[in-house]
Structures are given as C-alpha cells and as structure tokens.
Nanobody, 126 residues
Framework: QVQLVESGGGLVQAGGSLRLSCAAS????????MGWFRQAPGKEREFVAA????????NYAVSVKGRFTISRDNAKNEMSLQMNSLNPEDTAVYYC???????????????????WGQGTQVTVSS
C-alpha cells in the first residue's frame, strides 16, 4: 500500500507560479512510477505529467509542456510539480498518483494507476 498526500495548491494570478508536492508513505517510492492528473469542474480527469520510478524520463500533456516540470526525490519519497506561466485554464483539482512498476516506464492513462492522493485545489485568476 502507498499513501499519497498532495500539498501546495492555492490561488494565484495568471502568469504566476505554484509548486505542488506529493508525499508518499508506505512502500518505497522508488518502486513506483508516478504522475500528476487534474480535474476541472464538469470535466474528466486528465493527464498532466508523468515520471519513471527512477526519475530518468518524463512526459507531459501538450497543454502544459514547457510550463510545468515534474521531478521526484526518492530518498525523500517525494514528487513535485513546478507550474509556471499559469493561466485560468489550469484551474483544477490536482492529483498525484502512483503505480508499482518493474519497468522504468512512465504512464499517461489514469486507469493504470493504483494509488491516488486526495487532491489539492489550484485556482488561477485572470
């Protein structure tokens, strides 16, 4: 079992930045590929970014590429999402997710992930 807790959400003006963190407890973080997803009101949960269990490879949704950066520190059992140049379309609840992975791969489908955090709200005002 892996427990995930997100933090760092909040209200920010368009053009601003936020850094989300995901603290993992339970099984070793290094055994799990991880990712960020978000869900806006009335919309389905969508992929934001993913990272392999060793942190060597990442993948981003087109809408955030070049603005967001995913990273992880397995020694601290933490994952982060640095979000820059935020715009109102980024407003959503952001979730971190983890899946045990033997392969050093990343995963972009929400249904692949076994563990989810409770989410943290990000609101970008125009």
């Amino acid at each position: 079992q892996v427990q995930l807790v997100e933090s760092g959400g909040g209200l920010v003006q368009a053009g601003g930045s936020l850094r989300l963190s995901c603290a993992a407890s339970g099984r070793a973080c290094s055994s799990h590929a991880m990712g960020w997803f978000r869900q806006a009101p009335g919309k389905e949960r969508e992929f934001v970014a993913a990272i392999t269990r060793r942190g060597g490879s990442t993948n981003y949704a087109v809408s955030v590429k070049g603005r967001f950066t995913i990273s992880r520190d397995n020694a601290k059992n933490e994952m982060s999402l640095q979000m820059n140049s935020l715009n109102p379309e980024d407003t959503a609840v952001y979730y971190c997710a983890a899946v045990r992975s033997v392969a050093d791969s990343y995963y972009v489908m929400a249904r692949t992930y076994d563990y989810w955090g409770q989410g943290t709200q990000v609101t970008v005002s125009s």
